[in-house]
């Protein structure tokens, strides 16, 4: 359960893990309760150390300035894309959606507060922690936590108590802002891009841009799309609920184009969610999938001509085209044991498909993926019939 390895470098770090050592002296039957106790109560002070180093790392920080520009080059195309969809959009949801395009932003704020290292000290500075103290009580005082903080700086109490008590800031689990993740953040418009993304198969400042937008750039327009599916056309430009912003006839043919969708997608979801309610809900995952390939894919080919329509050849894989490159590391990305669905049975689980699925379908419906490989029209990869609802 322990791991001791930066426990001279956090005195925080250090007492939690001391505390762990602390629930082995409890009869057999009680350590695993008091162990997720401390877990639980220890748990900020852990991702707030591990964000701190990450968003302190140099690296990471010069990925982030990478990631920056993808996003506004992915964010112009969708924008240059709403503009085309005259056949989906009226003039009035146009120009809502374009407004809410121009101010999403890329937010990295909660990581920042997340890796605020002084804060968290504060925090677990009101919990006296002893090698004296016996189990029983220590137990004690992590139930009793909120008690403990001063109860004249409501604004230091509020926050203590969300990161510790409830391990959330902003309403949002602080364990998804360590994971290898991102999403789309509707009451403030913006993109979350969790700094563990940075990193190889998804992202490396060293790798072509095709392997850059195959992957992180795919799931940046992944959730950007999420801003405009069934959820998101509910919110405005500022991240306030509104009806306004699409019309009923633009909402009602965007439900048509999504139909082709949800039928091709229906064997899977059915083997994979049966009759649970989750069903109704990947839907907007699979049309997230299905645009946010093409707007990425789009930001590339205007990368790959302001460079002059080639990028650096990698060794070993001389055969392979950057245009290839692009959608081979969106299947390597998908398809690796790490990315995969946890816990189906579980009703707050998941809402995505398997890996496998996700690329295949998303692919075969992409017009420039059969022409990348050559696929004959009419095979699996290939078929006749597409579904498109963001092209």
Request: net charge positive.
């Given at each position: 359960?322990?791991?001791?390895?930066y426990?001279?470098?956090?005195?925080?770090?250090?007492?939690?893990?001391?505390?762990?050592?602390?629930?082995?002296?409890?009869?057999?039957?009680?350590?695993?309760?008091?162990?997720?106790?401390?877990?639980?109560f220890?748990?900020?002070?852990?991702?707030?150390?591990?964000?701190?180093?990450?968003?302190?790392?140099?690296?990471?920080?010069?990925?982030?300035?990478?990631?920056?520009?993808?996003?506004?080059?992915?964010?112009?195309?969708?924008?240059?894309?709403?503009?085309?969809?005259k056949?989906?959009?009226?003039?009035?949801?146009?120009?809502?959606?374009?407004?809410?395009?121009?101010?999403?932003?890329?937010?990295?704020?909660?990581?920042?507060?997340?890796?605020?290292?002084?804060?968290?000290?504060?925090?677990?500075?009101?919990?006296?922690?002893?090698?004296?103290?016996?189990?029983?009580?220590?137990?004690?005082?992590?139930?009793?936590?909120?008690?403990?903080?001063?109860?004249?700086?409501?604004?230091?109490?509020?926050?203590?108590?969300?990161?510790?008590v409830?391990?959330?800031?902003?309403?949002?689990d602080?364990?998804?802002?360590?994971?290898?993740?991102?999403?789309?953040?509707?009451?403030?418009?913006?993109?979350?891009?969790?700094?563990?993304?940075?990193?190889?198969?998804?992202?490396?400042?060293?790798?072509?841009?095709?392997?850059n937008?195959?992957?992180?750039?795919?799931?940046?327009?992944?959730?950007?799309?999420?801003?405009?599916?069934a959820?998101?056309?509910h919110?405005?430009?500022?991240?306030?609920?509104?009806?306004?912003?699409?019309?009923?006839?633009?909402?009602?043919?965007?439900?048509?184009?999504?139909?082709?969708?949800?039928?091709?997608?229906?064997?899977?979801?059915?083997?994979?969610?049966?009759?649970?309610?989750?069903k109704?809900?990947?839907?907007?995952?699979?049309?997230?999938?299905?645009?946010?390939?093409?707007i990425?894919y789009?930001?590339?080919?205007?990368?790959?001509?302001?460079?002059?329509?080639?990028?650096?050849?990698?060794?070993?894989?001389?055969?392979f085209?950057?245009?290839?490159?692009?959608?081979?590391?969106?299947?390597r990305f998908?398809?690796?044991?790490?990315?995969?669905?946890?816990n189906?049975?579980?009703?707050?689980?998941?809402?995505?498909?398997?890996?496998?699925?996700?690329?295949?379908?998303?692919?075969?419906?992409?017009?420039?993926?059969?022409?990348?490989?050559?696929?004959?029209?009419?095979?699996?990869?290939?078929?006749?019939?597409?579904?498109?609802?963001?092209?």
């Amino acid at each position: 359960m322990e791991n001791r390895k930066y426990d001279n470098k956090s005195k925080v770090i250090k007492n939690i893990n001391d505390m762990f050592r602390k629930c082995s002296t409890l009869d057999p039957d009680l350590i695993e309760n008091c162990n997720e106790s401390v877990l639980e109560f220890g748990t900020y002070a852990f991702a707030s150390y591990f964000i701190h180093r990450l968003e302190n790392n140099k690296i990471v920080q010069e990925g982030y300035k990478i990631v920056k520009k993808m996003f506004h080059e992915i964010i112009n195309e969708f924008r240059l894309l709403v503009k085309e969809k005259k056949n989906i959009l009226d003039k009035i949801t146009i120009k809502n959606y374009i407004k809410k395009l121009n101010k999403i932003k890329l937010n990295r704020n909660k990581h920042k507060k997340l890796g605020d290292l002084k804060l968290m000290k504060k925090c677990y500075g009101y919990f006296k922690f002893s090698n004296d103290m016996s189990a029983e009580v220590m137990i004690y005082k992590i139930n009793y936590f909120e008690s403990l903080l001063p109860k004249n700086d409501a604004k230091l109490r509020k926050r203590c108590v969300d990161y510790i008590v409830y391990g959330k800031t902003g309403g949002v689990d602080i364990m998804m802002l360590t994971d290898k993740n991102a999403y789309f953040d509707p009451d403030l418009n913006a993109v979350v891009i969790n700094p563990s993304m940075l990193v190889d198969p998804c992202f490396d400042i060293r790798f072509p841009m095709s392997l850059n937008y195959g992957c992180l750039g795919a799931i940046i327009g992944h959730e950007i799309i999420h801003g405009f599916d069934a959820i998101g056309i509910h919110f405005d430009d500022n991240g306030k609920i509104s009806q306004n912003i699409t019309s009923e006839e633009s909402r009602k043919k965007y439900k048509d184009k999504s139909d082709c969708l949800g039928k091709q997608y229906t064997n899977e979801t059915l083997k994979q969610f049966g009759n649970d309610y989750r069903k109704f809900r990947v839907l907007d995952e699979n049309i997230a999938d299905n645009g946010g390939i093409k707007i990425a894919y789009r930001a590339y080919l205007k990368y790959l001509k302001k460079i002059g329509g080639k990028e650096s050849i990698i060794p070993h894989f001389v055969k392979f085209t950057g245009k290839q490159f692009f959608f081979v590391n969106f299947a390597r990305f998908f398809c690796s044991p790490d990315n995969q669905p946890i816990n189906m049975n579980n009703e707050n689980s998941e809402v995505h498909l398997l890996g496998s699925v996700r690329v295949r379908n998303t692919l075969s419906n992409y017009k420039p993926f059969s022409e990348a490989f050559k696929c004959k029209v009419g095979t699996k990869m290939n078929p006749k019939d597409k579904c498109e609802v963001w092209l």
